[in-house]
């Protein structure tokens, strides 16, 4: 009896310890090198360098990828409802600060959700294309799918201690047809620019449209968690 209750027990901790949710790690706040900030059982994927608040010195944005696969429950058609489990390596967004007396990169952001991940693209692979600093704002872009493709690029920017979503672009095409519909979103002026046609005659047959853009305030890493996950308009979801 006491041997079963044992065998009971071991197999109760190892369903637990199986179930356990995956944690990120919490990254360095500061250091002098990319090593430094590289997180251990991590790998560096992406890098983008130059100046993000202004002040002439060339800043640091990384993607860390988990060197290991593991289960990530991912949200999926909202903001708030995480839906889908995937099995993949984890990434992480980093923004550092270079500080002009001591060289050192000083942490601004951590973001653990917002990069897809490299099943996420669907029949084109990999969905994260690159990122880039250029006039103080941070470009982030993906694309995916397979005959129908999308594409979306968004453009942060650090103001007032925190980092807005200043501009975005969703594509979305056949790669057969060349049919196409593309939204091109300035948050700034709250403005909406669609274009619906196709991709091989953009100055013959495409209509392109604007509107006023509807929202509460800003979205900033926080507030907007992921690609998809904004359903800006009805069944439009950037």
């Known amino acids: 009896m006491k041997f079963f209750l044992s065998f009971l027990l071991l197999i109760f901790c190892e369903s637990s310890f199986a179930q356990k949710p995956f944690i990120f790690p919490k ?12 997180p251990a059982n991590w ?5 983008a360098n130059g100046d993000l608040n202004d002040d002439g010195v060339n800043d640091l944005a990384m993607v860390f990828e988990s060197d ?7 949200t999926y058609g909202d903001n708030n409802t995480e839906i889908i489990k995937e099995t993949q390596k984890p990434r992480i967004l980093a923004i550092y600060f270079k500080d002009k007396s001591t060289g050192a990169y000083l942490l601004s952001a951590q973001n ?35 005959e129908w493709r999308w594409e979306l690029g968004y453009t942060f920017k650090f103001e007032n201690k925190d980092w807005f979503l ?6 979305y095409f056949n790669q057969n047809t060349g049919d196409m519909t593309e939204r091109v979103y ?4 709250r403005e909406l620019f669609t274009t619906v046609g196709n991709l091989h005659k953009r100055d013959i047959s ?12 800003l ?8 690609p998809w996950a904004w359903e800006i308009m009805p069944n439009v979801y950037l």
Do not use: C
Request: a positive charge; aromatic letters at 8%; proline letters at 1%.
């Open 219 to 226: 979205r900033t890493f926080k507030t907007f968690k992921k």
């Open 112 to 146: 653990n959700d917002f990069i897809l991940r490299s099943e996420e693209g669907g029949k084109l692979g990999d969905p994260l294309q690159r990122i880039a600093i250029k006039d103080q704002q941070l470009y982030l872009r993906f694309q995916g799918g397979a």
């Open 206 to 217: 495409n209509q392109r449209t604007s509107e006023v853009l509807y929202f509460s305030q």
């Open 43 to 47: 790998t560096i994927i992406e890098t």
């Open 27 to 38: 990254i360095n706040a500061q250091g002098l090198s990319q090593a430094q900030l590289t």
């Open 68 to 74: 290991k696969i593991t289960d990530e429950t991912r």
């Open 186 to 189: 300035d948050f700034k002026t």
């Open 166 to 171: 200043t501009s975005a672009i969703n594509l």
